[in-house]
């Protein structure tokens, strides 16, 4: 036999192994569903609150602190004996940093009356800049049973850049029972209270920086 013919013989017969091994190692699981979070779907505000006040200020807010376990792109879920897991084939759109960040400017543009907020980009360049510390981002499931509530806390300073000072400190608190055990609702229940709790967020944030010389 020619000793080219010799050569290429392992080769050919390594074609339809190289086959079946590309074939066994296929997967079916589906990617896991993606969810977003988006201003204007918390509960709105009386009819008689007034509107923010047009404040001539430049708002950077910087990206969050998140609290250990949360710190993710998974929804995280709590349970009666305070063990915490994550939703099978959920996953926010991002890391939650990136999320809170992203869904706070679009929040303090609706609600703060602020000349400018973004993200921490323009930080340097801005006049005031927002911190948050997440400390609760997670849906609690009780001992009764039936859907979760969705619990939201967030720490906040607000500072001023030219003056290196600290102008305010606050927090949020919001909770928001799911209408079902399902992903869409407890999603849901996610965004109305992330709203809720960042509205609160806007409104002691514009009476800080409207007057700045009395806060602490």
């Known amino acids: 036999m020619p000793a080219s013919l ?17 074939s066994l190692f296929k997967t079916k699981v589906a990617p896991p569903t993606l969810y977003l979070l988006s201003a204007g779907n918390a509960d709105p505000a009386p009819a008689s609150s007034a509107p923010p006040p047009a404040l001539s200020a430049d708002l950077a807010v910087l990206k969050p602190r998140v609290r250990a376990g949360l710190d993710t792109d998974r929804i995280a879920a709590v349970y009666p004996d305070r063990h915490l897991d994550y939703f099978a084939d959920a996953r926010w759109s991002g890391p939650l940093d990136e999320v809170i960040q992203d869904l ?47 619990r939201v806390h967030l720490q906040a300073r607000i500072g001023s850049s030219a003056e290196r000072r600290i102008i305010a400190r606050f927090e949020a608190d919001a909770a928001k029972p799911a209408a079902a055990n399902r992903m869409t609702a407890i999603v849901a229940a996610y965004n109305e209270a992330a709203n809720d709790a960042l509205m609160q967020l806007a409104a002691n944030s514009s009476q800080a920086l409207a007057q700045p010389s009395k806060s602490p």
Do not use: I, K
């Open 6 to 22: 010799v050569r290429l013989t392992p080769l050919l017969l390594l074609l339809p192994l190289a086959a079946c091994t590309g």
């Open 104 to 150: 706070v400017v679009q929040v303090f543009h609706s609600r703060a009356g602020m000349r400018n907020v973004s993200g921490d980009v323009s930080a340097f360049s801005s006049a005031y800049w927002l911190e948050l510390t997440v400390t609760d981002f997670e849906a609690e499931y009780s001992d009764a049973g039936g859907p979760p509530t969705v």
